[in-house]
T-cell receptor, first 110, second 119 residues
Framework: EDQVTQSPEALRLQEGESSSLNCSYT??????LFWYRQDPGKGPEFLFT???AGEEKEKERLKATLTKKESFLHITAPKPEDSATYLC???????????FGKGTHLIIQP | NAGVMQNPRHLVRRRGQEARLRCSPM?????VYWYRQLPEEGLKFMVY????????ESGMPKERFSAEFPKEGPSILRIQQVVRGDSAAYFC?????????????????FGPGTRLTVL
């Protein structure tokens, strides 16, 4: 059974304090690892897709990386507007639906 | 370019009633997915549909739940005889493609969700 574990469950940072969120996964035949951001009361907002180990993608203050067992979402010099729950999901070969982790609730204090 | 649209945004039903949730995919997308998010739980896949076809319903409860995506109109998730345990946020997502991994066309874009409350 596919498993996605995100850590930490919650993280509180000061504005400008860089950190990383972890997503560990167990999946047979990874076809893609996805990062989303979810604000309270809203739907997940797509951030990145990573397909193979060694791949990296960047967008503004966020950078996602992928190894064979885990992915990291690095956040550099975060701002209060980066506060949200960050979700990691995987898709395996032969499946259509995504398997999600429970998310990391990130709070950036001014 | 409008994103994925869902309605209603909030739905209140009494036990035993039927709930109908609607989803219109992004323009040009013909693949629709439904997910459920229970309080304090992660998003759980329910069903994947293409126009007029259910492709994968492995995450759908065996009873009371059904889904369709007709040739014309939105996709509908129907829950019959709702119970309190059905209270959750239901999200719809759509993608341009499914099989072309590596090009980003299989990325699923989510709607704002329908929050179902069963009294």
């Amino acid at each position: 059974e596919d498993q996605v574990t995100q850590s930490p469950e919650a993280l509180r940072l000061q504005e400008g304090e860089s950190s990383s969120l972890n997503c560990s996964y167990t999946v047979s035949g990874l076809r893609g690892l996805f990062w989303y951001r979810q604000d309270p009361g809203k739907g997940p907002e797509f951030l990145f897709t990573l397909y193979s180990a060694g791949e990296e993608k960047e967008k503004e203050r966020l950078k996602a990386t992928l190894t064979k067992k885990e992915s990291f979402l690095h956040i550099t010099a975060p701002k209060p507007e980066d506060s949200a729950t960050y979700l990691c999901a995987v898709r395996r070969g032969g499946a259509d639906g995504l398997t999600f982790g429970k998310g990391t609730h990130l709070i950036i204090q001014p | 370019n409008a994103g994925v649209m869902q309605n209603p945004r909030h739905l209140v039903r009494r036990r035993g009633q039927e709930a109908r949730l609607r989803c219109s995919p992004m323009k040009g997308h013909s693949h629709v997915y439904w997910y459920r998010q229970l309080p304090e739980e992660g998003l759980k896949f329910m069903v994947y549909l293409q126009k007029e076809n259910i492709i994968d319903e492995s995450g759908m409860p065996k009873e009371r739940f059904s889904a369709e995506f007709p040739k014309e109109g939105p996709s509908i998730l129907r829950i019959q005889q709702v119970v309190r345990g059905d209270s959750a946020a239901y999200f719809c997502a759509s993608s341009l493609n499914v099989g072309t991994s590596g090009l980003g066309t299989d990325t699923q874009y989510f709607g704002p969700g329908t929050r179902l409350t069963v009294l």
